[in-house]
């Protein structure tokens, strides 16, 4: 992940230089764990996403990640392989593993 859109997605959104560093470093590495479960509710009519200061950095910062490389990327669970996800929502229920984000627009 280049550094400079990580800059870039900082003038954009407006997340300090501290803590966008300190998200590519987790998703980038992948040793801290943060807050955020996405779980599917009312028989799959509701995506309800759970999460807490760096988790939302993160959601934020993967987003346009995808928007700045028009390309995709995921975010996993640490069972399966990744360490962007909580494997619980804030309830101890079962959350969602993957989540892909994808740019589709030009």
């Known amino acids: ?20 560093s300190r998200r590519w470093i987790v998703y ?5 764990k943060i807050v955020l479960s996405f779980q599917i509710t009312r ?10 200061e760096e988790g939302m950095a993160t959601l934020i910062a993967a987003v346009k990640k ?8 995921h975010l996993r669970t640490p069972s399966n392989g990744g360490r962007e996800l909580s494997e619980k929502t804030k309830w101890g229920e ?13």
């Open 1 to 20: 992940m280049c550094r400079a859109k990580c800059v870039e997605v900082v003038d954009r959104v407006g997340i300090d230089q501290a803590t966008l």
């Open 94 to 106: 079962d959350a969602v593993w993957e989540v892909i984000i994808n740019w589709v627009g030009e």
């Open 28 to 32: 980038d590495q992948r040793m801290e």
């Open 66 to 73: 995808a928007q700045l490389d028009g390309d995709h990327l």
């Open 43 to 52: 028989q799959g009519r509701v995506i309800q996403i759970d999460c807490d």
